[in-house]
Every structure is written in structure tokens, then in C-alpha cells.
């Protein structure tokens, strides 16, 4: 590995974060300029936008070979998304999650997050299979098209509150150059990201499945890193969420549906994406319900601070599983039979807690 290898590691990252900020800006007002809801928009441009640098390095590294690049990078931003960003969002403000996400979204989330394992148990993702991963990104597209078609004026204004009046209608040369300019810089970016990711990996000794797991997971979950951490210090903290889930549910649908359409063979699967990367996707998903249901759909600091500490957590043992002695059994142990548990009873504590006692609303500020 030599330095222009991290320049363009650097430079992939910078492209794939202005390529997706263009994409979304340009698709955004030509969909409102046509008459497409804000709030439909929100569920599907923005949230499909910043999924936008998964999309393009998982079909980039489908393509070039590289299918757990491709697997390795939505599981583990979609890991990251919750832990780390969520997380994060939490410990700047203490996070009110609207019931819409509670009743729908995040449910959403843990079933196809379940259907993808089921999918990977036999070590690949077929055609069919993605093909049934993608069709159901274009239901949940059209179904909330539909959805929010039946909703009055007043109920989608209930549904973001806050929002900023929208921007003046821009010529439609200057929308269509910043979905174009942002394509361009996305797959730029990504084919630079995922050559120079493999040369580290081969560099480190470390596996490709690790570095999608890490470094380009948390390079192409930047958009929503950014996303929710200004739409938290706006007091928008239901849309900081909202940004989250929805693009954890695009990534699965989406991006591995359309990986596994367009690569020459199926997409391969490792027995550690079966026993270990999954089932903590889905894991990390599931404790979503019962942090987000308790008090008032309030999700605390410290709560927060546990989501962080789990990823260090969870980061540390592929790592150090990379390597040449491995991690040791102890490690595993104590995660999956101490701090597992432990994480699981607070949160249940903490839920019958706070729906007895709900917390004061000067608490929240």
C-alpha cells in the first residue's frame, strides 16, 4: 500500500458524499416540481439518495468480483446506521421517535432484515432471491406513494413538523446537472473506493468482508450520518431517525437486489456473514422496538452512549477475529452470553420504567 492508494481511498469518500448530497438535491426538487409530496419524498428520494454510495460500490464491487465488498458493506453500514448514528444523534439530544416509525418502519426493518438471512443460509444470494429483494424496494416506493396520496394537507404537515417552507422552483438544466454531476461523482467514487479498499485489505492481511464491514460501511453512510446529526441540532430529531431506518430498508432491498441482478454469478455469502454479521444486523435491528417504544417513543443519552460503546464493541472483534490468532473465545462469550443479555434487560427495565414513570417534558430539552 503506498499513499496514492489512501488518496484515493480519501478522494472515493469526498466524491460519493457530494456525488449523493447532488443526487438527492436535484431528484428532490424535480420530484416536488412535479407534484410529488414532501413527505413522499422524504421516504423515498432522500432516503434512497443517501443509500445512493451503498448502491454504488455494492453493484461496482459486484461487478469487479468483489461480492463481500458488496454483502460487507450494506450490513455493516446498516449496523453502523443504528449504533453509531442513531447513537450519536441521541447523545447530542435525547431522541422523541414518531409512532409512524414504531408501527411501521422499524417493524419493516426487522422482518426483510430476517429475510436476508434466511436468504444467505445457503451461502449465496440467487438471482430469484434478489430479484424478490428488489421488487419489494419498488412495493414500499409505490406504497408509500399511495399512502401518502389518502393523507390530508393537515395530517402531512403533522408529519414533519418543523419543515422549512420549500426552496424556489429551480430551471429544470440546473436539476437534471445536479442528478447527472452526482451519478458521475458516484460511480468515480466508488470505483476508486472499492479498488483502493482491496489493496488495504491486501496490505493489512486483512479480509475484503472486514474492510466492507468498516471502512467503506462507514464511508458510505456518511450522507446519513450528516443527515441526522443537522436534522438533530435543527430539533427535527423524528426525521434524524426516520433518515436511518428508511435507508437501512432501502440498503437491503435496494442495493443487495440490485447487486444480485446485475452481477455475473450470485452473490456469495460467507459462513461469518451467516453465524455472525447477519443475525447482529438483525439483533441490532430488533432492539430498535423496545428503545424506541419506551416513555413517550424517547430514546435517552445513555442509551445513546450503549448504542456507541456496542459498535466499538462489535468493531473490535472483527478486527481482531482478522487477524492471524483470531479473537479468543472468551471475547465472543462475553459478548453474546454477559453484554448481550445485560443490554437486553436494561432496555426492558428501562421501557416499563419510563411507560409508569414517564419522564417531564423539561427532561426532553
Wanted: charged share 10%; with cysteine; glycine share 10%.
Amino acid at each position: 500500500m503506498d499513499a496514492v492508494t489512501v488518496v484515493m481511498l480519501v478522494a472515493g469518500l469526498v466524491l460519493l458524499v457530494v456525488g449523493a448530497e447532488g443526487l438527492v438535491r436535484g431528484a428532490s426538487r424535480v420530484a416536488l416540481s412535479i407534484g410529488i409530496s414532501p413527505l413522499v419524498v422524504g421516504l423515498t428520494v432522500v432516503a434512497f439518495g443517501t443509500s445512493s454510495p451503498e448502491m454504488a460500490v455494492s453493484v461496482s464491487a459486484v461487478r469487479g468480483g468483489a461480492s463481500d465488498i458488496a454483502i460487507g458493506n450494506v450490513v455493516g453500514s446498516n449496523i453502523l446506521n443504528i449504533l453509531v448514528i442513531v447513537g450519536l444523534c441521541a447523545l447530542v439530544m435525547p431522541l422523541v421517535i414518531s409512532w409512524r416509525l414504531v408501527r411501521l418502519e422499524v417493524p419493516l426493518m426487522i422482518g426483510i432484515s430476517i429475510l436476508l438471512w434466511l436468504f444467505v443460509l445457503d451461502g449465496e444470494i440467487a438471482r430469484w432471491e434478489a430479484a424478490i429483494l428488489f421488487a419489494g424496494a419498488v412495493g414500499y416506493t409505490v406504497w408509500a406513494i399511495r399512502a401518502s396520496r389518502k393523507e390530508s394537507a393537515a395530517a402531512q404537515e403533522m408529519s414533519a413538523p418543523g419543515a422549512e417552507p420549500p426552496e424556489e422552483p429551480s430551471p429544470w438544466y440546473i436539476n437534471l446537472a445536479y442528478i447527472v454531476g452526482g451519478l458521475v461523482f458516484l460511480v468515480v467514487g466508488s470505483n476508486w473506493m472499492v479498488d483502493s479498499a482491496v489493496e488495504i485489505a491486501e496490505s493489512f492481511g486483512l479480509s475484503e468482508l472486514v474492510i466492507g464491514l468498516t471502512i467503506v460501511a462507514a464511508g458510505t453512510s456518511l450522507p446519513e450520518l450528516a443527515t441526522s446529526v443537522v436534522a438533530t441540532i435543527k430539533g427535527e430529531r423524528d426525521i434524524a431517525v426516520g433518515n436511518v431506518v428508511g435507508s437501512n430498508i432501502f440498503n437491503i432491498l435496494a442495493v443487495l437486489g440490485l447487486s444480485g441482478l446485475v452481477g455475473t454469478n450470485e452473490l456469495q455469502a460467507s459462513s461469518f456473514v451467516q453465524d455472525v454479521d447477519v443475525p447482529v444486523m438483525i439483533l441490532v435491528a430488533a432492539i430498535c422496538l423496545p428503545v424506541f417504544f419506551s416513555g413517550r417513543n424517547l430514546m435517552h443519552r445513555y442509551e445513546g452512549f450503549g448504542f456507541v460503546v456496542a459498535y466499538i464493541v462489535y468493531v473490535t472483534y472483527l478486527v481482531w477475529n482478522s487477524s492471524d490468532g483470531g479473537a479468543p473465545d472468551w471475547y465472543a462469550d462475553v459478548v453474546w452470553f454477559a453484554a448481550v443479555p445485560s443490554a437486553v434487560v436494561v432496555v426492558v427495565v428501562t421501557a416499563w420504567r419510563d411507560r409508569h414513570h414517564p419522564i417531564p417534558d423539561a427532561a426532553l430539552r
